[in-house]
């Protein structure tokens, strides 16, 4: 076909299709072949082509890419910025969007307060959707309930199992498969995209190659929901930066007592600290039983450690 | 398209019972083009140049050398007309694109409005325009904007492309259109399959 509009036309809804349906090894070859008729396009044409090229990349899990391509649509934008995590500049941002694309870009402002911590403004701010005209609920069931999930997990209210089951319950195979992994731990639907290795490595415990392909492909937002709803041992997250705003929400490291073995000792960290003084050992145990003291704050030789390190 | 503006200018002129004098003054040009635009209108299409078009109407996955060989014409004729009628890419509607189409709307002149927008490939997916008793050739334009204003329009869609049934430039054109009705729909798939019977062809 010799015709480049219509050509551009035909591989944009073929592109779509593709990414859409998770076929993205063809998306791959068409993608190649848009590059090479690309400069040829117009202004307009070129513009509506990133827009499909940002879709795809963002429906591959490549939030980086897809950012890129994003320039002149900015919800597009603020979607692929959620997904990296960069919430402050979510929180920034003013755009005037109306409809169900005013829906998304407040639900993206939401989550972002949500997750810098700020439970009670992104509440707030998601009551504003009420406000949107011509939205119904029908339309935004799916992303409240994700919404509700999210918050009450997040509050560390139990409640968030109803949200999560009354949300299978509605809408049944359709729920975003990404986040019924996250939820569910069932990665039995997961295929091979970015998003699909990185849950599946961090549910067989591999953190590194997790940390790794999320910071290749900007997927920092899947990592961080990951680590509120199954949190691993602070010990193994504690390596990364990438992850350092989320250690809150990592298992707390366990102190081992060993009481009836022939020098009793107690460990915390990996390290063995032998009880001679039981008196003020055990009082040093319940403090860091109690949360009295800051277990992730606690530094590596702190007086009480030292005085124990010193008798021993 | 300056040339054709520019003898849209003179037509409109023509029509308001200008004298061919004031207007080759005007415009700077012969008595004689002024006569030849009264006579044949201002959308004239030279044969030549029309069976190259048509050929391609027909056959929409041609390359210029097929063109050329097919019809015994040199490439760079066939590489000149291609891109005089906006073939290779859409001309995307400016003001004076807008400006022609509001007059020959107005003048209902339809079968020139076909000639304009099919000829000239004028993409017109963002614009709204008001067509009524719209010619069969055009019917996917306003098709496509019963869809930018959320009609469902699914059941006339099969109708018109069962209608159209060769695979001729104007039904690829209709097909971008079911390809945004079937995103909606969210039947991935079915474009898929579409596109894989494309490619067999």
């Known amino acids: 076909m010799i015709c480049l509009s219509l050509k551009a036309k035909f591989y944009n809804s073929y592109l779509n299709a593709l990414s859409l349906e998770e076929e993205f090894e063809k998306g791959f070859t068409i993608l190649r072949k848009i590059k090479r008729i690309y400069k040829k396009l117009t202004k307009k044409e070129k513009l509506n082509m990133e827009r499909f090229i940002s879709v795809f990349y963002y429906n591959y899990g490549n939030y980086k890419k897809a950012y890129d391509f994003s320039k002149n649509h900015p919800l597009l934008r603020i979607l692929c910025l959620y997904q990296m995590g960069e919430y402050l500049k979510i929180i920034n941002s003013d755009y005037n969007i109306l409809g169900f694309e005013k829906f998304l870009y407040i639900y993206a402002i939401s989550l972002s307060f949500l997750l810098i911590g700020e439970s009670v403004k992104s509440i707030e701010t998601f009551i504003k959707v009420y406000n949107i005209e011509d939205i119904k609920f029908e339309d935004i069931i799916e992303l409240y309930y994700v919404f509700m999930t999210i918050y009450y997990k997040f509050i560390g209210d139990d409640n968030y199992i109803g949200f999560f089951k009354k949300l299978i319950q509605l809408i049944g195979n359709r729920v975003d498969k990404h986040f019924y992994a996250i939820v569910s731990k069932d990665i039995s639907n997961l295929k091979n995209s970015p998003k699909d290795k990185l849950i599946k490595y961090y549910f067989k415990g591999r953190i590194n190659k997790a940390v790794e392909i999320a910071e290749r492909y900007g997927i920092k937002t899947i990592l961080n929901l990951l680590i509120l709803f199954h949190p691993k041992n602070y010990m193994k997250l504690k390596k990364y930066k990438q992850i350092e705003k989320f250690l809150k929400f990592s298992k707390k490291p366990r102190i081992k007592l060993y009481l009836l073995r022939k020098r009793p000792y107690f460990k915390f960290l990996n390290k063995k600290f032998y009880l001679k003084d039981k008196g003020i050992s055990i009082i040093i145990i319940e403090l860091l039983v109690n949360s009295r003291i800051k277990l992730f704050k606690l530094p590596k030789k702190d007086v009480y450690l030292d005085f124990l390190e010193a008798e021993f | ?201």
Not at chain 2, 188 to 200: A, G, P, R, T
Request: glycine share 2%; hydrophobic share 40%; charged share 30%.
């Open chain 2, 1 to 201: 398209m300056k040339k054709l503006y520019k003898k849209f200018l003179i037509y409109k002129a023509i029509l308001k019972g200008m004298s061919p004098d004031i207007i080759s003054q005007k415009f700077n040009i012969s008595r004689n083009v002024i006569y030849k635009i009264k006579k044949e209108g201002f959308l004239r299409i030279k044969e030549k140049e029309k069976l190259v078009l048509d050929y391609f109407q027909k056959n929409p996955f041609s390359s210029v050398n097929e063109i050329s060989r097919n019809l015994n014409f040199s490439k760079s004729f066939v590489y000149r007309t291609l891109r005089k009628y906006n073939i290779f890419n859409f001309k995307q509607p400016n003001k004076k694109i807008l400006k022609i189409l509001e007059f020959l709307i107005r003048k209902n002149d339809f079968e020139n409005l076909k000639n304009f927008i099919n000829y000239y490939n004028i993409d017109l997916d963002s614009e709204i325009l008001n067509f009524e008793n719209v010619p069969f050739e055009i019917k996917y334009i306003e098709l496509s904007q019963k869809l930018n204003s959320g009609v469902d329009i699914s059941y006339e869609l099969e109708n018109y492309l069962s209608e159209l049934k060769e695979l001729n430039f104007i039904y690829l054109k209709a097909l971008v259109i079911k390809f945004d009705v079937l995103i909606l729909k969210k039947q991935y798939k079915e474009i898929i399959e579409i596109f894989e019977n494309l490619k067999k062809n």
